[in-house]
């Protein structure tokens, strides 16, 4: 079945450290996000991408990086200059149509990985 | 101003009941609205998108939006115990590509 695989679904961190969180998706979509969620907050974006070797900052980058080499795989790759980093990611995926979301507006998102720093 | 606002709850409602959630926005050239079901500890869900002012139903839910007032909202009608969860409202404020989403209002189905 088609869906978007995220991992690992929990993940330790120590401090100093980076960490990449893997997300890949077989929905043909052309745009992939991430998204991080605080305990009762909503989604807030820290990057995306409408195509392969192109992406954009949302309103949280910083302390963050993404590559899209591949149409299915956007890793995040959590850096030592996030100060605060403990909270859940989520990648999700839309169809690309003329720079919009699609007219559904349909995010597919992953499971999600939670990130902990000891 | 936080751009989407929404009232965290918890809501409670009896089994059987319209449970209503609400949804303001702040940027008045909004022009698409969501509502997504997050279970605790999953990921979101779309339950319902609406464009245009009025109302939108399917099933049990129904969107309302008024783009005057900058107010969305979603009734759920004979609220079950199933329903209990998070929900999202989004905003896509300008044809992008971004997002943005409230805290979200947490709504609990009382058996």
């Known amino acids: 079945d088609g869906g978007i695989t995220q991992s690992p679904k929990y993940l330790f961190r120590k401090e100093g450290q980076n960490v990449t969180l893997s997300c890949e998706q077989n929905l043909n979509h052309d745009a992939m996000y991430w998204y991080r969620q605080d305990p009762g907050q909503g989604l807030r974006l820290i990057y995306y991408s409408q195509i392969v070797n192109d992406f954009q900052k949302g309103d949280i980058a910083e302390g963050y990086s993404v590559s899209r080499e591949k149409k299915e795989s956007f890793p995040l790759t959590v850096t030592s200059a996030q100060k605060n980093p403990t909270a859940f990611y989520l990648c999700a995926s839309s169809i690309e149509t003329s720079g919009r979301i699609a007219n559904t507006g349909e995010l597919f998102f992953g499971e999600g990985s939670r990130l902990t720093v000891l | 101003q936080k751009e989407v606002e929404q009232n965290s709850g918890p809501l409670s409602v009896p089994e059987g009941a319209i449970a209503s959630l609400n949804c303001t926005y702040s940027?008045?050239?909004?022009?698409?609205f969501f509502w997504y079901r997050q279970y605790s500890g999953k990921s979101p869900e779309l339950i319902m998108f609406?464009?245009?002012?009025g109302d939108k139903e399917d099933g049990r839910f129904t969107a309302q939006l008024n783009k005057a007032s900058q107010y969305v909202s979603l009734l759920i009608r004979d609220s079950q115990p199933s329903d209990s969860a998070t929900y999202l409202c989004a905003v896509n404020r300008d044809s992008s590509y971004k997002l943005i989403f409230g805290s979200g209002t947490r709504l609990l189905v009382r058996p």
């Open positions: 940027d008045r050239g909004s022009q698409s």
């Open positions: 609406i464009y245009s002012n």
